[in-house]
């Protein structure tokens, strides 16, 4: 069964330049959730989907930040515009719907570098 | 203000010892509890976990422990193998089902020694 797939794995881009990060869940998981990992830090959720809902997103910095989940499957972050504080690991995870404590699984992650 | 803490940032151990991983959190309605192992440029990997339930839930070489009242949880590897050597991170899961979402620790490095 394949896991989580992020793209791109490495983003390098000067400040003030948008950028986009795609992450597609393992297949059948209807949760999805993107975290914010800085460095020495755990990581910080940003947003979750049921479906193609955002059903927990107060921790998404909405100036800057959005996410979509258009058809309840894959799923794309974007930051516009990018600040040199935006420079950590974004992961996405999914769950599978049902059950009190479903597992979070995670993908590779995308390391980003604001100069 | 942090919820979950790991105050040792690394451990270093012996090979075929064992390894102590701790983890202390402050909001008593947690009730359940996942240990995730990090390789580096890999994201965190599901490793084992406890309800409150419970206080030890036990899989292959790797054991949890749960203290409710001190808000202590440790994760124990026995024996350790080098290919263990990676960042740990403990989390606690806020609210249930697909309604919560993990507050994780900082981590902890733990390096296993041949």
């Known amino acids: 069964e394949a896991g989580v797939v992020q793209s791109p794995r490495y983003k390098i881009i000067e400040k003030k330049q948008p950028v986009a990060f795609w992450c597609n869940p393992i297949?059948?998981?209807?949760?999805l959730y993107w975290y914010l990992q800085n460095l020495g830090q755990g990581p910080e959720l940003l947003i979750r989907?049921?479906?193609?809902?955002?059903?927990?997103d107060s921790q998404l910095p909405k100036d800057r930040f959005s996410a979509e989940r258009l058809k309840g499957v894959d799923s794309t972050l974007k930051i516009q515009p990018a600040e040199l504080g935006d420079s950590a690991v974004y992961l996405c995870?999914?769950?599978?719907?049902?059950?009190?404590?479903?597992?979070?699984?995670f993908g590779p992650g995308t390391r980003l570098t604001v100069l | 203000d942090q919820q979950v803490k790991q105050n040792s940032p690394s451990l270093s151990v012996q090979e075929g010892r064992i390894s102590i991983l701790n983890c202390d959190y402050t909001?008593?309605?947690?009730?359940?509890f996942l240990w995730y192992k990090k390789y580096p440029a890999e994201g965190p990997t599901f490793l084992i976990s406890?309800?409150?339930?419970?206080d030890k839930n036990e899989d292959g070489r790797f054991t949890v422990f749960l203290n409710k009242s001190a808000k202590h949880l440790s994760l124990h590897i026995v024996p350790s193998q080098p290919g263990d050597s990676a960042v740990y991170f403990c989390?606690?899961?806020?609210?249930?089902?697909?309604?919560?979402?993990?507050?994780f620790g900082q981590g902890t490095t733990l390096q296993v020694k041949p």
């Open positions: 995870a999914s769950s599978p719907g049902g059950g009190r404590f479903p597992t979070q699984y």
């Open positions: 297949s059948g998981h209807n949760t």
């Open positions: 989907y049921e479906n193609e809902e955002a059903v927990d």
């Open positions: 909001n008593s309605m947690f009730d359940y």
């Open positions: 406890i309800s409150s339930i419970k």
């Open positions: 989390a606690a899961l806020h609210g249930s089902g697909n309604t919560g979402k993990l507050i």
